[in-house]
C-alpha cells in the first residue's frame, strides 16, 4: 500500500470525528509524532505518526507554497 502524502499545514480529514464534531484537523508539528490541531475547537492532540497514517482519510487542502522559495529567472 502506498503511503499517504502530506506536509506541514495541511488540512486533514480524519476517519472519525473529534468529540466537538469536526473530522478537519490541520497538522501544526512533524516529526517522529503529528501534532494536530481540530478546525473546530482549535485543541492540540499529538499522535504517533504511524497512528496518525492509519487514521488519516484524505488531505482536504494543502498548505500554500511560501513566495521567498522561488528560485529568480
Do not use: W, Y
Request: charged residues 30%; positive net charge; aromatic residues 2%.
Amino acid at each position: 500500500m502506498e503511503r499517504k502524502q502530506f506536509q506541514l499545514g495541511d488540512v486533514v480529514q480524519m476517519k472519525k470525528a473529534h468529540p466537538c464534531g469536526t473530522n478537519e484537523m490541520e497538522i501544526i508539528r512533524m516529526g517522529m509524532d503529528i501534532r494536530v490541531r481540530c478546525l473546530g475547537c482549535q485543541h492540540s492532540v499529538l499522535i504517533p505518526r504511524a497512528k496518525f497514517e492509519s487514521k488519516m482519510k484524505k488531505v482536504l487542502r494543502t498548505a500554500p507554497k511560501p513566495e521567498g522559495d522561488a528560485p529568480e529567472a
